[in-house]
């Protein structure tokens, strides 16, 4: 279950749904023991709405993985644009 924002350098807790964002993910259960099947689970994460503004979450052969949200080209352009004005 999900309770907090999944940065580790973040951890608000989970009230709404309204902000942020949820990912799900994939992961190979461990059923396969008792079953001699593999089974499929899934795990869900969330990231608060200003984590989930810079930060995105991967699935690696590691795990999972916070990793920077790059940003679209008309943004990179708004904010150069910005700078320059300075």
């Not at 709405?49 to 352009?77: D, M, N, W």
Request: net charge positive; with cysteine.
């Amino acid at each position: 279950m999900v309770n907090s924002c999944s940065n580790p350098q973040c951890g608000k807790p989970l009230h709404y749904l309204r902000e942020g964002r949820i990912f799900v993910f994939d992961a190979v259960g461990a059923a396969m023991e008792t079953t001699g099947r593999r089974t499929c689970c899934l795990e869900h994460y969330w990231l608060c709405g200003g984590c989930s503004l810079l930060f995105t979450l991967e699935q690696t052969y590691e795990g999972i993985h916070l990793a920077p949200r790059s940003r679209p080209s008309f943004v990179r352009k708004a904010l150069d644009v910005k700078w320059q004005l300075r």
